[in-house]
């Protein structure tokens, strides 16, 4: 749709529904939705007094530069809500013509009410088109959903019986699929999880889970992350790259080191470039900001005096690897190491496009990659299929609660899991206590990564 055809929408003043458009246009960025954003504004919530033509025109006219120069198309619901969608803005560019949308309600109550409360970011949802397209076309669904009306009798018998109480759900083990959804509903209302206060030392870790939240006065936002970006872009960020080494430790025999990790310090660039913000409140800002981060590290390994006999691990986007930056990369890193090229995937960045994973899986293995799958629950191990995923080791984010587990009905089944899996594929990683040592032995894991095993080890090689 043109920005001219647009504009026919714009102007009238009936109340439109566009949502039949929308799907309409979303046909053919389906099929590349490379470098699209969408936002969904809930102008709906407005009261009537600010649904008026007028104000209509106000808010789509706060879009007509990012339509012009952005592909930019702009979509009503009858209900006053608002989908825009556009091609290669920035976050900043679509965060002003939010902000210039949201001036002309200001004066509205509800508007007053969610700044007041610092709510302001929930009138707005905000998609990356070539990440979130299924969540974008189930919110598209639902708007399509609410602008069909009920039949009237379906609406007689609403309004004559009372609801029907609530029934428990089949006892049937979840699909796959739904426990996918689950975890999506879970990741995206992490801000009611309350982690316990716990007194943490010195982790050498990146923390790359988005639900594990430090306390900090605000979540960043869009804006923040767009100068976060544009600051990591020009500098130089070697000093910000750490290490870590993994290591076997079987009984009471000596460590033996096995890989080193290269990566970057979240928590430090917090704290240089945007210290009273949470980096991690929203789970799909960070993915964005942890692309940066694999372009950084890319840039940087193969200038560092690497050994050639040494094995490295880096934290790496399922999506970087089929970038042609990635292929660059790979290239200088095997002029100066002959060892394979460990890559340390999250998994929701797995899970949440399975296909894109495949196909860097098939790539990584025809350049002789190794694939660790990070960051994961204990408890997963019961469920995961390692060799179906093809990854060759599963590395445990160590939680003080583990410890409870020793002696459990639950310690047998995870036992069997890690030997399923095969005791040298299990890494625990996070290991700041004695308490992560003593767990893992228990259980028969031989690898550790974390503050306490460099302290113990490191300096004896």
Not at 361 to 379: H, M, N, P, T, V
Request: proline letters at 5%; hydrophobic letters at 40%.
């Amino acid at each position: 749709m043109s920005a001219t055809e647009n504009s026919n929408h714009m102007e009238s003043s009936a109340t439109p529904c566009q949502v039949d458009d929308l799907i309409s246009a979303m046909r053919a960025i389906k099929r590349h939705p490379e470098d699209y954003r969408g936002i969904h504004l809930h102008f709906s919530l407005l009261d009537r007094g600010h649904k008026q033509p007028y104000h209509r025109r106000t808010i789509a006219t706060a879009f007509n530069k990012l339509i012009q120069s952005k592909s930019g198309q702009l979509f009503w619901t009858s209900n006053f809500d608002v989908v825009f969608i556009c091609q290669g803005s920035s976050l900043a560019q679509l965060d002003i013509a939010i902000l210039a949308a949201r001036r002309a309600v200001e004066d509205s109550p509800l508007v007053k009410k969610y700044i007041e409360e610092g709510r302001d970011d929930e009138l707005c949802e905000w998609y990356d088109l070539a990440i979130d397209m299924d969540r974008f076309m189930h919110m598209v669904g639902g708007l399509k959903n609410a602008a069909v009306p009920p039949p009237p009798k379906q609406i007689k018998e609403q309004v004559q019986k009372p609801a029907p109480a609530a029934t428990k759900e089949p006892q049937n083990a979840p699909s796959l699929k739904s426990m996918i959804k689950n975890l999506d509903q879970t990741l995206s209302h992490s801000e009611d999880f309350k982690p316990p206060n716990l007194k943490t030392v010195n982790v050498t870790k990146p923390r790359y889970d988005p639900i594990a939240k430090q306390d900090t006065s605000q979540p960043m936002g869009p804006m923040q992350l767009d100068q976060l970006e544009r600051n990591l872009t020009n500098m130089d960020i070697d000093r910000m790259i750490a290490d870590q080494t993994a290591f076997v430790i079987v009984g009471d025999k000596n460590a033996k080191p096995i890989f080193i990790e290269h990566y970057i310090s979240v928590d430090q660039i917090k704290e240089s470039l945007l210290p009273t913000y949470d980096l991690y409140a929203d789970k799909w800002l960070f993915k964005r900001l942890t692309r940066t981060f694999d372009t950084k590290i890319m840039q940087s390994l193969p200038t560092k005096d690497i050994i050639r006999d040494q094995v490295i691990s880096i934290n790496i986007n399922v999506e970087t690897v089929l970038t042609p930056e990635f292929d660059k990369f790979i290239s200088l890193f095997k002029q100066k190491n002959n060892q394979p090229l460990i890559l340390e995937m999250g998994m929701f960045d797995v899970i949440s496009n399975i296909q894109n994973y495949y196909d860097a899986q098939k790539k990584l293995s025809r350049l002789g990659c190794r694939i660790i799958l990070d960051a994961i629950d204990i408890q997963a191990l019961q469920v995961l299929d390692r060799e179906l995923l093809s990854v060759d080791f599963l590395k445990i984010s160590w939680k003080p609660d583990y410890i409870k587990l020793i002696g459990s009905a639950e310690q047998d089944k995870i036992l069997s899991a890690i030997a399923d899996h095969g005791n040298m594929r299990i890494i625990l990683c996070h290991c700041d206590t004695e308490n992560a040592l003593e767990f893992g032995k228990s259980f028969g894991i031989h690898m550790y990564q974390g503050f306490l095993i460099d302290k113990k080890f490191k300096s004896s090689f």
